[in-house]
Nanobody, 123 residues
Framework: QVQPVESGGGSVQSGGSLRLSCAGSRFTINTYCMSWFRQAPGKEREGVSCISWTGRTTYYADSVKGRFTISRDNAKNTLYLQMNSLKPEDTAMYYC????????????????WGQGTQVTVSS
């Protein structure tokens, strides 16, 4: 199955930083809007950040504004999420996903999902 591959998760203390990557693997991500979603145990999946295919437009959930930065390098076929000032409530499995419909927090509009990378933030 062709799907993006996430990496960069891990365990950090509160206030720390991580940089997640999402590689296009066997398909090109260049023409897709892409998002990061996360899902904590017992909670619904929620949108974290989205970026247009050009990279010129970005969106962030209120809970991560000012702390997370989404970016993409289409030449490297890779999406990134720089996460700073991490909090215990950021603990979740993080997923990247592609959509042909434009940025949205509606997970049903996304076509392809990665397997996820775990982020754990301890207090």
């Amino acid at each position: 199955q062709v799907q993006p591959v996430e990496s960069g998760g891990g365990s950090v203390q509160s206030g720390g930083s991580l940089r997640l990557s999402c590689a296009g693997s066997r398909f090109t991500i260049n023409t897709y809007c892409m998002s990061w979603f996360r899902q904590a145990p017992g909670k619904e999946r929620e949108g974290v950040s989205c970026i247009s295919w050009t990279g010129r437009t970005t969106y962030y959930a209120d809970s991560v504004k000012g702390r997370f930065t989404i970016s993409r390098d289409n030449a490297k076929n890779t999406l990134y999420l720089q996460m700073n000032s991490l909090k215990p409530e950021d603990t979740a499995m993080y997923y990247c996903a592609t959509t042909s419909w434009g940025c949205s927090w509606n997970s049903e509009s996304y076509d392809t999902w990665g397997q996820g990378t775990q982020v754990t933030v301890s207090s």
